[in-house]
């Protein structure tokens, strides 16, 4: 009889045993297979939403003067007397190495304008660029992209009482306000902002960018790197890298990470002791027929081979099972977990790897009762019938 026969005649005989066996796999399988498909949809939610949530990279025109400012205090005044960039140079943005890694890049115009003897701050940008970058804002009134209408904000419409729908005539184009900021507290409370091509136009400046806000977050983004590229590609200007975003968006995610990986490494360690304990039990159960192999001629390596393909079994079969199941259980739990999120497909790697961690686990807790049973003296395993 074949060594793998005798495997499979033992598991057939000790049903209950393996599927004691095979659910304390399965558990912890489905239970790893689990956690790192959350994690992993978790992941990929987060970052889309903090790629959203603003620019990590701010490149204007470099300057010899000093900011005369301190704690929102103004001394000086603001100038916007710089060397400004040409748009149609903006392109080499796109055609730096990193170049896979930069998502939303929003130019902007900016210039001072006079409005019933008041000055307010003018910004032209791509509005539909624009308000992806910035999806925290609340308005009053709603977009459209209009490049007739305008946005301003919640200071600005205080200060010259201006009301949805009011016509303003910037120089000689008019405008329309369609929507209206809610409080940011940040520098958008304080501008008229418009469509960029037209606002060039208002502000004379055809053809030229003021500053460029890039939004460039990934998963292990090298952000020194984009940000010294993009400087190689505009000497004359200053790129800044607001890494204290950066940072947080990856803490955010390597904190979803390192506690899942901490419970998965828990339930593999339980999984493995829940294997070792039967095994144990198994091999000391059947010592008459182990007694009786070796009695008959069953080399110690036979004994092992025999254990030990029993264990590969069981570990194949809770391998499947348990990424099968971790699969159903995180298709059913991220809809809950992730709002308007679901399993995007089966990850064949994590199958694999799901696979190999059952067997190998089946097989190392299986080792030391297997070389114990090998090891058994036949006459006196024959002694204790």
């Known amino acids: 009889m074949k060594l793998y026969n005798i495997s499979l005649n033992n598991l057939r005989r ?25 994690t992993q949809s978790m992941s990929r939610d987060v970052e889309d939403r903090l790629d959203r949530f603003g620019a990590n990279i701010v490149m204007t025109p470099r300057s010899e003067n000093l900011s005369l400012s301190y704690g929102g205090i103004s001394v000086g005044g603001v100038t916007y007397e710089t060397v400004e960039f040409l748009e149609s140079d903006l392109t080499n943005i796109r055609s ?14 900016l210039g001072p304008w006079e409005l019933d003897g008041k000055r307010v701050l003018l910004m032209g940008a791509d509005l539909q660029t624009e308000l992806s970058l910035k999806t925290w804002w609340q308005f009053k009134g709603m977009p459209t992209g209009n490049p007739d ?3 301003v904000g919640s200071e600005t419409a205080r200060i010259f009482n201006l ?32 469509d960029l091509h037209r606002f060039q136009n208002v502000l004379g400046k055809p053809g030229r960018i003021s500053m460029v806000e890039i939004s460039a977050f990934c998963r292990g983004c090298p952000i020194s790197e984009i940000t010294l590229q993009i400087a190689e590609k505009f000497p004359n200007a200053k790129v800044t890298a607001l890494k204290q975003a950066v940072m947080s968006k990856m803490q955010s995610i390597e904190m979803i990470k390192s506690f899942s990986y901490g419970v998965a490494v828990l339930v593999i360690f339980i999984g493995s002791l829940l294997v070792f304990v039967t095994m144990m039990g198994s091999v000391n159960e059947r010592t008459r027929e182990i007694g009786i192999f070796r009695a008959i001629g069953f080399r110690q390596g036979h004994i092992m081979q025999i254990i030990l393909l029993e ?10 099972l348990g990424y099968l199941i971790g699969n159903g259980i995180a298709w059913l739990a991220i809809p809950f977990i992730i709002q308007e999120s679901t399993l995007s497909h089966l990850d064949v790697t994590l199958g694999g790897v799901s696979l190999i961690l059952s067997v190998a686990l089946s097989l190392l807790a299986s080792l030391y009762p297997a070389v114990k049973a090998s090891r058994m003296d036949p006459s006196s395993a024959l002694r204790a019938l």
């Open 14 to 38: 000790r049903k209950g045993k393996v599927i004691f066996l095979v659910s304390g796999l399965l558990i912890g399988i489905a239970t790893i297979v689990t956690l790192i498909s959350i």
């Open 149 to 151: 209408e305008l946005i």
């Open 311 to 320: 264990a590969l079994v069981v570990g194949l079969i809770g391998g499947i």
């Open 163 to 194: 009301a949805l729908g009011q016509s303003m005539k910037l120089g000689n184009d008019e405008f329309v306000v369609s929507t209206i900021l809610h409080p940011t507290g940040g520098p958008e409370d304080g501008i008229i902002m418009g």
């Open 96 to 109: 730096i190495k990193n170049s896979q890694n930069l998502g939303i890049i929003a130019p902007k115009v």
